[in-house]
């Protein structure tokens, strides 16, 4: 069964810090990308950055670029996202997800989301 199991959100001031964390398990983590993707309230579900496995390519959509990092662990089928000076524009339940490329549309399994709230 894939599972995708997300943690580390929270509350924050500005400027302040997170790290998030998506646990794989139930598919060849290698083969797949996986991606972190955010919803805020009222407002579409939105990329944040994605990796690759199979080469390892990192992308990153225009909110997070300069302030999140996103890395893979392979060896434990984890993928994380630190994201320095929040800003409460980053509001949002974060999402990992599966897909066969991060350019692609091809998102099948996702997790059940982490809530982070950037206070001012």
């Known amino acids: 069964e894939v599972q995708l199991v997300e943690s580390g959100g929270g509350l924050v001031q500005v400027g302040g810090s997170l790290r998030l964390s998506c646990a794989a398990s139930?598919?060849?983590?290698?083969?797949?990308?996986i991606g972190w993707f955010r919803q805020a309230p009222g407002k579409e579900r939105e990329g944040v950055a994605c990796?690759?496995?199979?080469?390892?390519?990192?992308y990153y959509f225009d909110s997070a670029k300069g302030r999140f990092t996103i890395s893979s662990n392979n060896g434990k089928n984890t993928m994380d996202l630190q994201m320095n000076s929040l800003e409460p524009g980053d509001t949002a339940v974060y999402y990992c997800?599966?897909?066969?490329?991060?350019?692609?549309?091809?998102?099948?399994?996702w997790g059940q989301g982490t809530q982070v709230t950037v206070s001012s």
């Open positions: 997800g599966r897909g066969t490329h991060c350019s692609g549309d091809g998102w099948d399994y």
């Open positions: 139930g598919f060849i983590f290698d083969d797949y990308a």
């Open positions: 990796i690759n496995n199979s080469d390892g390519t990192v």
